[in-house]
């Protein structure tokens, strides 16, 4: 259960001095130093601005979320988070929810769907509805019933190790990101591609990440930068922010352990610079902070309610 210590201002930032989350008591926790837990950054010296609305990719609490949908998704509001980005479920695209229904529920609590995931699927992929719908089969339906709610992006996961072979599996990839993006446009919708670490390997001669980017049209394909993925990847986020500006409206905000680079951390309890990457992030055009976290020292509740406070007092 989140402490009851932790207390929002209606505007959203937190009250800071007076909050202190308890640290994990795992005998084996060896990334969460309590002396590291107060790296929260200092509100009087900081400069710029508060990120005006913190959002979650909801497969961040993907353990608890179909246990209690509702209920989870009311405690992520009441914790402060603004946007949602959404994942197929076990039901498929939005839950077995019809998809204006679906945002609508969010709605109500204060919650806004800005995107939702979707495969890229294999050559041979097959779907028997926009439910388990990828870009390659299903996709047009998935696509209109993804203008009905609303939501501003429609982002691919991930690209079928299928699809990555070999350059001509690239070309057909960035081509399918092309077709993808019009669809998009038509109904409204811009279409994204959200990276792991295996972007920045090299297939041929190129450069995976820089070939989809170079070979995409900046209009149609947007990308949203998964910025763990990207210093795992040994690459450094802010370079790719300044080469290539408003290509990255979205992002995923999670940190890296320190004892371990294939894990995360509670943000700010890690090894990514966030109050840096984040500034110029928003200088190249990012609109979009979603808040994702794949691994844990506590529950994943606890750890969304910790990194709200610090994203809430970041300045940038």
């Known amino acids: 259960m989140i402490n009851r210590r932790i207390f929002f201002k209606h505007a959203g930032t937190f009250a800071l001095g007076t909050i202190l989350l308890p640290a994990c008591?795992?005998?084996?926790?060896?990334?969460?130093?309590?002396?590291?837990?107060?790296?929260?950054?200092?509100?009087?010296?900081?400069?710029?601005?508060?990120?005006?609305?913190?959002?979650?990719?909801?497969?961040?609490?993907?353990?608890?979320?179909?246990?209690?949908?509702?209920?989870?998704?009311?405690?992520?509001?009441?914790?402060?988070?603004?946007?949602?980005?959404?994942?197929?479920?076990?039901?498929?695209?939005?839950?077995?929810?019809?998809?204006?229904?679906?945002?609508?529920?969010?709605?109500?609590?204060?919650?806004?769907?800005?995107?939702?995931?979707?495969?890229?699927?294999?050559?041979?992929?097959?779907?028997?509805?926009?439910?388990?719908?990828?870009?390659?089969?299903?996709?047009?339906?998935?696509?209109?019933?993804?203008?009905?709610?609303?939501?501003?992006?429609?982002?691919?996961?991930?690209?079928?190790?299928?699809?990555?072979?070999?350059?001509?599996d690239l070309k057909y990839a960035v081509d399918l990101f092309n077709k993808s993006g019009e669809i998009c446009k038509k109904a409204g919708l811009q279409f994204a591609y959200h990276n792991h670490a295996f972007e920045f390997e090299k297939v041929d001669d190129v450069v995976m990440y820089d070939y989809m980017l170079e070979n995409t049209d900046p209009e149609l394909v947007k990308y949203e930068m998964d910025i763990f993925w990207v210093v795992n990847g040994g690459q450094d986020p802010v370079a790719y922010l300044k080469k290539y500006p408003n290509r990255f409206p979205l992002s995923h905000v999670k940190d890296m352990s320190k004892d371990d680079k294939s894990k995360n951390a509670v943000i700010g309890q890690g090894t990514i610079d966030f109050a840096t990457i984040l500034k110029e992030a928003e200088a190249a055009g990012m609109k979009h902070y979603l808040v994702e976290q794949e691994s844990f020292i506590g529950t994943s509740m606890e750890a969304m309610a910790e990194n709200y406070q610090y994203l809430s007092s970041l300045k940038i």
């Not at 609305?53 to 509001?77: C, M, N």
């Not at 679906?102 to 995107?115: A, R």
Request: aromatic fraction near 6%; charged fraction near 25%.
């Open 25 to 168: 008591t795992s005998p084996t926790d060896q990334s969460r130093n309590t002396a590291d837990t107060t790296a929260l950054p200092d509100a009087e010296t900081a400069t710029g601005k508060s990120i005006s609305a913190i959002g979650l990719q909801l497969y961040s609490v993907k353990d608890v979320l179909e246990q209690d949908f509702r209920g989870t998704l009311q405690k992520l509001a009441d914790m402060g988070y603004k946007e949602v980005e959404s994942y197929p479920g076990s039901q498929g695209h939005y839950y077995g929810m019809e998809a204006k229904e679906f945002s609508t529920m969010l709605s109500d609590m204060g919650l806004n769907l800005v995107s939702s995931h979707v495969g890229s699927g294999a050559r041979d992929n097959s779907a028997d509805s926009w439910r388990k719908a990828s870009l390659i089969s299903q996709f047009e339906p998935l696509v209109e019933k993804a203008a009905e709610t609303g939501q501003r992006y429609l982002t691919c996961s991930s690209l079928d190790e299928s699809l990555r072979k070999t350059k001509d």
